[in-house]
C-alpha cells in the first residue's frame, strides 16, 4: 500500500515570500504524483501532476514541482507567492500500474496563509 | 467550476438512518471516484465505477454502497449511519479512469450525523 505525508501542516507567509511544501510518499514501485490544490469554499483543483519524464514539473499559476525518486519525495515550489494563494494543499499519489487501486491516496494537506 | 455536481450540498440526520448521495459527472467522462474527508482521516479513496462497473474498492466500509447508472451518474448509499460517518464526501471524474487521467472534484457533500 502507498501513503503519503506532508511534512508541515499550517504555514504562514508573507507576500512575495518562496513557498516550497513538502511531500513524501511510501510505495515500492512506480507512481504517479498530484498536487491538488483547495481554495476557501471551492472544489478540489489540480495544480500539477507527474507521470514521467522531466522531473521538473510546471503547473498552473506559477507553481511548479519536482520529483526527486531517490528521496520518494515530490516538493511544491512558488518563487513569489501571493495573498490569493491561501488554500489547503494536498500531495496524492496512485501506483502506476499494477495491484492497489485507481483511486489517489492523499496527504493530510497543508494549510496555507499568505498574509499581505 | 469542474463540471462534477454533486447533491445535496449539506445533509443533517440521526443515527441508524440512511442517505443518498448523488453525483453526475463531467461530461465525457466515464469514470467515477468516490472520496471521505474527515477531521480524523483526511481525504479517504472508497470507491471507483468505470461505465457503469465497479473498477476498484478502497476503505469503503460495508454500510456503504455505491452504483454508477447507465447515464453514468453515481450514488453513494450510507447506512446505519454513526456519528463518526459525518464528513465531506467528495465525487469525482475521469475521462476513462485510467491512473494516469485527471480527476475532477465536486463541491463535496457535508454530511453531519446527530
Known amino acids: 500500500a502507498q501513503s503519503v505525508s506532508q511534512h508541515n501542516h499550517h504555514v504562514i507567509l508573507s507576500e512575495a515570500a518562496s513557498l516550497e511544501l513538502g511531500c513524501n510518499y511510501s510505495?515500492?514501485?512506480?507512481?504517479?504524483l498530484f498536487w491538488y490544490v483547495q481554495y476557501p469554499g471551492q472544489h478540489l483543483q489540480l495544480l500539477l501532476k507527474y507521470f514521467s519524464g522531466d522531473p521538473l514539473v510546471k503547473g498552473i499559476k506559477g507553481f511548479e514541482a519536482e520529483f526527486i525518486k531517490s528521496k520518494f519525495s515530490f516538493n511544491l515550489r512558488k518563487p513569489s507567492v501571493q495573498w490569493s494563494d491561501t488554500a489547503e494543499y494536498f500531495c496524492?499519489?496512485?501506483?502506476?500500474?499494477?495491484?492497489?487501486?485507481?483511486?489517489?491516496?492523499f496527504g493530510k494537506g497543508t494549510h496555507l496563509i499568505i498574509q499581505p | 467550476d469542474s463540471g462534477v455536481t454533486q447533491t445535496p450540498k449539506h445533509l443533517i440526520t440521526a443515527t441508524g438512518q440512511r442517505v443518498t448521495l448523488r453525483c453526475s459527472p463531467r461530461?465525457?467522462?466515464?469514470?467515477v471516484y468516490w472520496y471521505q474527508q474527515s477531521l480524523d482521516q483526511g481525504l479517504q479513496f472508497l470507491i471507483q465505477?468505470?461505465?457503469?462497473?465497479?473498477?476498484a474498492k478502497g476503505n469503503i466500509l460495508e454500510r456503504f454502497s455505491a452504483q454508477q447508472f447507465p447515464d453514468l451518474h453515481s450514488e453513494l448509499n450510507l447506512s446505519s449511519l454513526e456519528l463518526g460517518d459525518s464528513a465531506l464526501y467528495f465525487c469525482?471524474?475521469?475521462?476513462?479512469?485510467?491512473?494516469?487521467?485527471?480527476?475532477?472534484f465536486g463541491p463535496g457533500t457535508r454530511l453531519t450525523v446527530l
Open positions: 510505495y515500492g514501485g512506480t507512481v504517479n
Open positions: 496524492a499519489v496512485n501506483a502506476r500500474s499494477g495491484g492497489g487501486a485507481d483511486g489517489l491516496t
Open positions: 469525482a471524474s475521469s475521462h476513462r479512469g485510467g491512473r494516469a487521467d485527471t480527476q475532477y
Open positions: 465505477y468505470y461505465n457503469g462497473e465497479e473498477r
Open positions: 461530461s465525457g467522462d466515464l469514470s
